[in-house]
């Protein structure tokens, strides 16, 4: 029998490494989850406008030749029409040389070392070819015209509709092919008009748009030999911009009643698709009608005056990688309530103290990526710590036995050796910062608003918390921390949602996290952050929870394999480390966190 996932065809490819790179012909939402890396992957198109360098001179009914890192802006009006050339070389626009007869409003062809511009002017029917440096006049053109499209190269163009014969305007479906040196009629466009643009080459074009008696949307496809009607555009307009090929094409900006767009679409060879605006409207810019469709140029033009903006396109196929947490080694003492040096990394961290069972714990382990090793331990058996640092250069501050504790010990890459004490004894807090510059706040049992700085040397009071807690994670640096959540009181039922930001001076209330966590991990710093795990909302029920914090808002995300609360963290939210903790019992369970990854793939025209 026939399944639902064999008719909708809704199965996941299960592969044992990447598909290829993604080029034109990638289906964009191909999706895949690859087993030799346990991530779930995807295609997703992603399209960009970016703003670079202006024009020299701004100007409005240019000529266009070239691609996007090689193009000319040629002719145009300022006012009064121009001669101008103006060269683009991905980064920035220079002088070139002058066209032989100032005019606007013609049609260009070409690359920026071989290019062409026919069209305009009166009779009309002038044509140059640039060479890279100069404009040489060849052969006319049959049938005088403006506002003409084009499309192909110095050897093999075409041109089309237009504004003329002149000096009679009228829309016109005149088409002629150019093999080199002569212009010979080609047949008709099916729909006269003007200020349609060109896309591709003489044997595959398109002529995109234009006015008749007002602005259209149609586009038709020319084989070398005719015109046939294709799918519209999704905004009629003319005067546009367009790059790209008659199988992958772009379009961008023009004129529609009343007023000028920013619409950008996308041509696959059958159909066009809307994706991001310009972030000026215009019309009459020059482009890079030699250019892939994936790399594109929009200068100059007029917008509500004329404007010497330079704009870029790219489209790129991007592979998508969900976050997600994967199993890493195991601890060698299973315990919770113990603490890392929080500023360690997924491949070079620390945990140390807790507590095992009934009995609270001296042991440090070392994690290179892949293994924990047990090294020299504490001189204080503890849980419920302060931890800070690196691997190499950790801090580990007060905690509780059977008591609070003061006691602050630092760790040098081999041995911990006793430093100054706490001003006031506590546990349950969460710790912040390295080892010669450490901050704590809050604490308990029972609660505190009280915080310390370190120097290295000493600890010093310094501004208390808004809202006294315990058992909040932490996250951050000593100028820059966090506190999430926590209890009031130490009681789990009365855990908060309630951050609060350090600027090395005083504590400021911030954006609530989603969820309460308490006796939870932080994890990065304070612009990007992650809290994970907690044993809210009843006591001793844990949670797999985890959100992600970009400096503003808090939003949720992919959660732990198994709720724990009690742990040790380290690392970043781009590559976080999780270890220990309450999982139903004392837990040696490591999870390693990858951040949602979006890797660019170049997409090709051809």
């Known amino acids: 029998m026939t399944t639902y996932r064999e008719i909708k065809g809704l199965k996941v490819p299960y592969l044992d490494a990447d598909l290829p790179s993604a080029s034109a012909d990638t289906q964009e939402g191909g999706v895949w989850y690859n087993s030799a890396t346990g991530k779930l992957r995807a295609f997703i198109a992603f ?76 009779p009309g029917i002038v044509t140059e070819k640039y060479d890279g440096s100069s404009w040489t006049e060849v052969n006319d053109m049959n049938n005088g015209r403006i506002l003409n499209g084009a499309a192909g190269t110095q050897t093999a163009g075409l041109t089309f509709g237009g504004d003329g014969p002149i000096p009679s305007p009228a829309n016109s479906n005149a088409s002629e092919e150019y093999d080199g040196t002569n212009w010979a009629e080609g047949n008709n466009l099916n729909t006269a008009r003007q200020g349609s643009q060109g896309i591709g080459i003489q044997t ?15 586009s038709e496809t020319y084989d070398g030999t005719s015109w046939t009607e294709g799918n519209d555009i999704n905004t009629a307009r003319g005067r546009l911009g367009a790059s790209g090929l008659s199988s992958a094409g772009v379009v961008f900006g023009g004129q529609t009643a009343p007023t000028r767009v920013a619409n950008t679409e996308i041509y696959d060879g ?80 620390l945990g140390f103290a807790g507590s095992a069972g009934p009995g609270v714990q001296l042991v440090n382990e070392s994690y290179d990526g892949s293994t924990w090793t047990e090294i020299n331990d504490l001189n204080t058996a503890r849980k419920a710590v302060g931890g800070h640092g690196t691997q190499t250069a950790a801090l580990c501050s007060g905690g509780f036995t059977t008591a609070k504790q003061n006691v602050s010990e630092e760790f040098d890459g081999t041995n911990w050796a006793e430093g100054n ?45 808004n809202v006294a807690k315990v058992e909040q994670p932490s996250l951050g640096t000593q100028t820059a921390g966090l506190t999430l959540g926590g209890n009031p009181s130490g009681t789990a039922s009365q855990s908060v949602l309630t951050v609060e930001s350090y600027d090395g001076s005083s504590w400021t209330e911030i954006n609530d996290l989603n969820t309460a966590h308490t006796i939870g991990v932080g994890i990065g710093i304070q612009t990007a952050g992650m809290v994970v795990g907690t044993n809210y909302p009843t006591p001793s029920a844990s949670m797999a929870v985890v959100e992600e914090f970009d400096g503003t808002n808090w939003t949720a995300t992919t959660s ?41 793939a170049t997409v090709t025209s051809s």
């Open 270 to 349: 059958t159909s066009w698709t809307e994706t991001t605006d310009m972030s000026t409207a215009r019309n009459g810019g020059c482009s890079s009608p030699a250019g892939p469709m994936a790399a594109s140029l929009m200068g100059s033009g007029f917008s509500t005056a004329r404007t010497e903006v330079t704009e870029e396109f790219a489209h790129q196929i991007l592979t998508y990688t969900p976050a997600s947490w994967a199993t890493g080694g195991t601890l060698n003492t299973a315990r919770m309530y113990f603490s890392g040096a929080h500023q360690g990394t997924q491949t070079a961290s």
């Open 421 to 465: 004490n706490l001003n006031t004894a506590r546990g349950w807090m969460g710790g912040i910062g390295s080892q010669t510059a450490g901050l704590i706040a809050g604490g308990g049992p029972g609660g505190s608003a009280a915080s310390e700085e370190y120097n290295g040397t000493s600890w010093a009071e310094g501004n208390d918390l």
């Open 560 to 600: 732990l394999s198994s709720g724990r609360y009690g742990s040790g963290g380290a690392g970043t939210t781009s590559s976080g480390l999780v270890f220990g903790g309450d999982l139903s019992g004392d837990s040696n369970v490591t999870e390693e966190f990858t951040g949602t990854s979006v890797d660019a």
């Open 47 to 122: 399209d960009t406008w970016s703003t670079t360098a202006p024009l020299a001179q701004e100007r409005v009914s240019i000529a266009s030749v070239g691609t996007q890192t090689a193009a000319a802006a040629c002719g145009g009006s300022e006012p009064p029409n121009s001669a101008k050339t103006e060269e683009y070389n991905g980064s920035g626009w220079a002088a070139g040389g002058d066209i032989n007869t100032a005019r606007a409003e013609m049609g260009g062809m070409g690359t920026q070392t071989a290019g062409m511009i026919c069209g305009s002017g009166s």
């Open 204 to 218: 595959a074009a398109l002529a995109v748009g234009g006015y008749v008696s007002a602005y259209v949307a149609n």
